[in-house]
């Protein structure tokens, strides 16, 4: 079995490495180098630091919400007095096993755009596997809210208007939380305004186990079926929760947005708001992109300025950057 692995994996190198053209007929071995391509990209950690100062925003780095060492998370505040300000809480990807909270996709562009209008960003690690699986990644993700909910006054921030948000396998936690706010409320979180989603494609888990995936899914996620339910925001989803945002990739050939769709349709049978944004970027792209001017980052700004009035006020207070 391996050696056919280990002969595929080299095939694809090859065909991705030589540059060789896919007919039209070729649509099954497409998929499948584009499955890998973004299977790839989910899993490879830009251990690249945040690009440098940024003008008008302070940095406070490795503040510790518990005892492990990567129950740390950075805050990026504006640097002048505040009062009540919103807080976006990033949590990064990573297929449950890599990443960090300074990757510069997951914090340069919205820094750059949201923390000088007035929002103050903090972006969390989590422990990682085998420290941690992802249901108690979840609630790492769940220990750093409260913290921040705590703390947040000292910062000019209000703990009430935190939004969470997360990419790839961070999406997933903060999914997970959204639909199942009692592991919030198990280590002292407080309900918060809202949940971004950036291209999770881990609503329903235990589909993805029970058909053709990727490695990693097995990795973060083993062989018992009531952990794959236990892990999964579709079969979590019980009662309304707060507003979520689910933004999905039109191009990867694993579909993400059908999940994202379903988890849309049972929630909003229970009364609770959630919105499905399609877009025509790359899994990557749809979190290094977001804080760029583009209707994209307008659209994620409307969610957020619909959660809130201080959001509203913030993401609208320059007009002559829309």
């Known amino acids: 079995m391996q050696n056919r692995e280990a002969a595929a994996s080299l095939f694809l190198a090859l065909v991705l490495l030589l540059g060789t053209p896919l007919s039209a007929k070729a649509g099954p071995l497409r998929d499948v180098i584009e499955l890998h391509r973004a299977q790839r990209a989910e899993t490879t950690t830009d251990a690249a630091a945040a690009a440098g100062p940024v003008a008008g925003v302070r940095l406070l780095r490795d503040r510790p919400y518990g005892d492990h060492p ?3 998370f950075d805050i990026y505040q504006p640097d002048r007095p505040l009062q009540g300000a919103p807080i976006l809480l990033m949590v990064h990807g990573g297929g449950w096993s890599r990443g960090d909270k300074a990757m510069s996709a997951a ?30 990644q979840a609630r790492d993700v769940a220990r750093a809210l409260a913290a ?27 999914s997970l939380l959204a639909a199942a706010p009692e592991l919030a409320e198990e280590v002292g979180a407080r309900p918060w305004l809202g949940t971004v989603a950036l291209d999770s494609a881990g609503f329903d888990v235990e589909t993805i186990m029970l058909a053709k995936h990727a490695r990693l899914y097995d990795t973060a996620f083993g062989k018992d079926r009531d952990y794959w ?25 694993d579909k993400p947005c059908m999940q994202a769709q379903s988890f849309a349709d049972k929630a909003r049978g229970l009364g609770m708001v959630v919105e499905v944004l ?12 977001l804080g760029l001017t ?28 829309r």
């Open 148 to 174: 921040v909910q705590k703390v947040a006054a000292g910062w000019g921030g209000d703990g009430s208007r935190v939004v969470l948000m997360g990419h790839s396998a961070g999406a997933h936690l903060v």
């Open 70 to 72: 990567r129950q740390r």
């Open 107 to 136: 914090v340069d562009n919205k820094v750059a755009r949201w923390v000088p209008q007035g929002v103050i960003l903090v972006s969390t690690n989590y422990r990682l596997q085998p420290d941690a699986a992802p249901v108690e």
């Open 229 to 253: 339910r236990q892990a999964s925001p579709l079969h979590r989803l019980r009662v309304a929760g707060v507003p979520l945002l689910a933004v999905c990739s039109t191009q990867r050939p």
């Open 294 to 321: 583009s209707a994209y980052t307008t659209a994620v700004e409307s969610f957020l300025g619909r959660l809130d009035p201080a959001f509203q006020r913030v993401l609208t207070a320059d007009p002559l950057r």
């Open 278 to 289: 399609g877009q025509p970027l790359s899994h990557r792209d749809i979190n290094q992109s």
